[in-house]
């Protein structure tokens, strides 16, 4: 029987959990943390960010007209045309992985759980709009695939942000998740821009490069190395008597001890784009008539990430697949679960259109700031060191289809993909254009999620 104090462990366990507070106002140096195919040709990082609304949209609204390399926007996606050159739209990659003879569950929840990890779900007992029972996704995404290969030195990993996602402990099911960092490991949003704000720049300060601001010298990263150090002589004392499953627990800890550690060897320099944003005011996140506000509120939050790399892999989800809102704000009043389903008619039609327009205005506004802020000497800016994808868990909301899928991915990710292309890939599965964005990140493995549906990365457009 081993002879040491159970508190000693909880001891030195609790001093890591300390230090976990302090990490988000860290500063990393890309240079030393960038994996192999991660940085840009101008030296910035690469990033991956997704947005996504729920319910499927109008075919005849959505997908350009013209050729592969001279096309036009319709009425939905109009307010992209002034970035068309730095957009490429695929069409024709449909959810193999969410079939009716492979996935369990429904339609919203298959396309929820496929949409990213390109697998059909685990069974389970969630229960679906029309009964069927599903489980979570069953497999990590790619997202945090590509957050594990090149956020080693960000002081968050991935940056998942809401907008009325309804994604609270008791709500919370496959049909309101996207990411999952495993089978059965979902990743919640954070719904609230001031909760975004105090994580992430309550106590920021950026580093522009000034040669006079040693990091070494600041205050704050000496007490968090004292506190690792610390942490580390208790680990090594308490190793030494503990038992063997107490052993496993604190190995588990001690590693993450050593990752805090490497972060804090790594003074960060962001840029001069950097900046600490405005801190948003304190809204009630469930209202519909706060909803616009929010949007710009967290898009502008996550820029000002990415631009300080706190992080290079983020995302933005509107609502969920069950989407019980309304938008007032735009004269729509209904359900817009009901009003999808209901879009064979003119009018349902013509308000539904209305809705993915304003997806399309904001989506255009995320990618204008990111445009905005120039990374490299030969004017290539952070939109071009991204590759952004915006997703749906339909097709078409009437008939709950899952062919044709309407995305849109925009960002070069380094000059890795040729944009301002619209190419018909002829119902191909859409776990290739996942394989695609990991290889866009130097992950060079040709399959992604259930090999059954992987016929190879997108031609046309690399």
Same mark, same amino acid.
Not at 449 to 457: K, L
């Given at each position: 029987m081993n002879k040491f104090s159970r508190r000693d462990l909880i001891k030195a366990i609790g001093a890591t959990a300390l230090t976990m507070p302090l990490v988000g106002t860290s500063f990393w140096d890309p240079k030393d943390v960038l994996a192999e195919g991660a940085r840009s040709a101008s030296g910035a990082p690469k990033r991956f960010i997704y947005f996504f609304h729920p319910n499927g949209t109008i075919h005849d609204a959505w997908w350009p007209t013209g050729t592969q390399k001279n096309f036009e926007f319709g009425e939905i996606l109009s307010p992209l045309t002034p970035l068309k050159s730095k957009i490429i739209v695929p069409k024709n990659l449909s959810y193999k992985s969410a079939a009716k003879d492979v996935s369990p569950g429904e339609r919203h929840q298959s396309g929820m759980g496929t949409a990213l990890s390109g697998r059909p779900l685990q069974s389970g007992t969630f229960v679906g709009g029309d009964g069927s029972l599903a489980g979570w996704g069953d497999g990590i995404t790619v997202d945090q695939v590509i957050a594990d290969h090149i956020g080693d030195g960000t002081a968050y990993k991935s940056l998942h942000l809401g907008v009325r996602t309804d994604t609270t402990a008791a709500t919370a099911e496959v049909r309101t998740r996207i990411s999952y960092s495993g089978p059965g490991q979902p990743i919640p949003p954070q719904n609230d821009p001031a909760d975004v704000f105090r994580q992430i720049f309550s106590d920021f300060t950026p580093n522009t490069g000034d040669p006079t601001m040693d990091p070494a010298m600041d205050p704050k990263i000496r007490l968090r190395r004292s506190v690792l150090d610390q942490s580390l002589e208790q680990f090594n004392f308490v190793m030494k008597k503990a038992g063997k499953e107490d052993q496993i627990r604190l190995e588990a800890h001690r590693a993450m001890v050593r990752d805090l550690e490497k972060r804090l060897a790594n003074p960060n320099v962001q840029g001069?784009?950097?900046?600490?944003?405005?801190?948003?005011?304190?809204?009630?996140?469930?209202?519909?008539?706060?909803?616009?506000?929010?949007?710009?509120?967290? &898009?502008?939050?996550?820029?000002?990430?990415?631009?300080? +790399?706190?992080?290079?892999?983020?995302?933005?989800?509107? =609502?969920? *697949?069950?989407?019980? &809102?309304?938008?007032?704000?735009?004269?729509?009043?209904? +359900?817009?679960?009901?009003?999808?389903?209901?879009?064979? =008619?003119? *009018?349902a039609k013509a308000e539904w259109i209305k809705r993915d327009n304003w997806f399309a205005s904001e989506f255009a506004y995320l990618l204008q700031r990111l445009d905005s802020i120039v990374e490299g000497d030969d004017g290539t800016t952070l939109l071009d060191n991204c590759v952004i994808v915006w997703i749906n868990e339909l097709s078409e909301g009437p008939i709950h289809s899952h062919t044709n899928m309407p995305f849109i991915m925009a960002g070069s990710g380094g000059g890795y993909f040729q944009t301002g292309q619209y190419v018909d890939y002829l119902d191909r599965p859409h776990n290739d254009m996942l394989v695609s964005f990991q290889?866009?990140?130097?992950?060079e493995s040709q399959?992604?999620?259930?090999?059954?549906?992987?016929?190879?990365?997108l031609t046309d457009i690399t």
């Open positions: 001069e784009a950097c900046y600490v944003p405005d801190t948003p005011p304190e809204l009630e996140i469930d209202s519909e008539d706060t909803m616009p506000e929010i949007s710009r509120l967290q &898009i502008d939050l996550m820029v000002a990430a990415l631009a300080c +790399d706190q992080t290079r892999v983020a995302s933005i989800q509107y =609502s969920n *697949s069950k989407n019980h &809102i309304r938008f007032p704000w735009l004269d729509s009043n209904g +359900d817009g679960h009901q009003l999808s389903h209901s879009a064979r =008619s003119e *009018s290889n866009a990140f130097g992950i399959t992604f999620g259930d090999p059954r549906f992987v016929t190879g990365a």
